[in-house]
C-alpha cells in the first residue's frame, strides 16, 4: 500500500490497482489527490463461493434468525402504529438499483430530509459518521433505536441474499441520492454486491469518516475471499454487542438532564467543528493499515 502523487485524469482503478483520492476540506475546495495502491485488478466478477457461502450460513443460522424476526415483526406491529417493514431503493452490483427491506425504525409519515442532508454534509467534511440517533432523534419509534443500534432492522434484507441482490458480506448498499455525489473512485465500491454486514462495519463503523469507510470497501474487493469473510462474521457479532452498549450510554445521559438534541443544532455544530480539522488521507491510511492487521 503507498501514497503517490495526484493523478488527474485517471477516471478508474488502473490495472495495478491505484485509486485516485480526494479529500473535502469543508468548503468545497479540494485537497490534494493521491493515488491509493493495492495490489491486483480492482474489477472483478462475483466469485462462485460467495452464494454457496451465503446460503450455508443462513440455512446453519434458521433456527435462529426466523423466530427472531417473528418476534420483531410483532414488537414492531404493537410498539408503533403503521407498517412493518419499510422498503428504499439502494445501488447495488455493477450500479443496478434493487429494492432492500428494512423492519419501520421511525414513525409514520415524520420528514427525511434532516437525516439526508446531515448524510450529505459527512460526505463533504469528511467527519466521523456518528447517527442523528445517538442525539436522541424524536423521530424514532418504540425500540426504534435499539433496532437501529444492533442492526436488527437490516435482518430481512436476507431475502436479499437470497435473492441474489446482496451478500451476507460486502460494502453497505448506499442510495441512488448518495451515488450521485460520489467521485469516479468512490464508485468502484459498487464493483462487489452489497452485504448485510461488510469490513467497514467491524472496523470502525460510526467512528470512522465517510472516506475511510470507502477505503476500507475497496481494500475489501482487493483482498476478497472465503477465510476473509468468515472472519468478518464472526467479529459482526462482538462489533454489534459494543455497539449495544455505546448506545445506550447517550440515551442515559439525554434522560439524566431532560434534554432531546434537535437535529439542526447537533448538525451545525457538527459542521462547524468539521471545518477546522478535517482528516487527511494519510490518517486514513494508516487507520487501514493498523485494522488490517487485526483482522
Known amino acids: 500500500m503507498r501514497i ?3 493523478l488527474p485524469n485517471v477516471r478508474r482503478a488502473t490495472k495495478g490497482g491505484s485509486l485516485p483520492y480526494n479529500s473535502s476540506n469543508g468548503n468545497g475546495a479540494k485537497a ?5 495502491d493495492f495490489p491486483g485488478a480492482l474489477v472483478r466478477g462475483v466469485p462462485g463461493w460467495k452464494s454457496t457461502l451465503d446460503i450455508t450460513c443462513i440455512l446453519l443460522a434458521l433456527p435462529i434468525w426466523l423466530p427472531l424476526m417473528i418476534l420483531l415483526m410483532l414488537v414492531t406491529r404493537f410498539a408503533s402504529p ?4 419499510y422498503r428504499q431503493k439502494r445501488v447495488g452490483l455493477g450500479g443496478k438499483h434493487f429494492s432492500i427491506w428494512k423492519f419501520r425504525t421511525m414513525k409514520v409519515s415524520v420528514e427525511t430530509q434532516t437525516h439526508e442532508h446531515y448524510f450529505q454534509e459527512l460526505m463533504r467534511v469528511d ?3 456518528t447517527k442523528l440517533d445517538v442525539y436522541g432523534d424524536p423521530r424514532l419509534a418504540p425500540f426504534g433505536r435499539f433496532l437501529r443500534a444492533s442492526g436488527l432492522d437490516e435482518l430481512p434484507q436476507i431475502f436479499n441474499v437470497l435473492c441474489g441482490e446482496m451478500s451476507l458480506v460486502g460494502p453497505r448498499p448506499c442510495t441512488p441520492n448518495e451515488f450521485a455525489h460520489y467521485e469516479p473512485w468512490q464508485r468502484e465500491r459498487v464493483n462487489a454486491l452489497p452485504g ?7 472496523n ?6 465517510f472516506n475511510e469507510m470507502i477505503v476500507m470497501d475497496l481494500f475489501y474487493l482487493k483482498n476478497l475471499s472465503i477465510l476473509l469473510d468468515l472472519k468478518i462474521l464472526f467479529k459482526t457479532c462482538t462489533v454489534i454487542a459494543a455497539q449495544l452498549v455505546e448506545s445506550r450510554l447517550p440515551a442515559q445521559a439525554n434522560r439524566q438532564d431532560g434534554t ?3 437535529p439542526a443544532p447537533i448538525l451545525q455544530t457538527f459542521l462547524d467543528s468539521a471545518r477546522k480539522s478535517p482528516r487527511s488521507p494519510s490518517t486514513i491510511l494508516q487507520g487501514l493499515a493498523e485494522s488490517a492487521r487485526k483482522v
Open 82 to 85: 403503521g407498517p412493518i417493514f
Open 4 to 6: 503517490e502523487g495526484h
Open 127 to 129: 467527519r466521523p459518521m
Open 204 to 209: 470502525g463503523k460510526n467512528k470512522t469518516t
Open 196 to 202: 448485510l454486514t461488510g469490513y467497514w462495519q467491524v
Open 260 to 262: 432531546l438534541y434537535a
Open 32 to 36: 490534494p489527490g493521491v493515488a491509493i
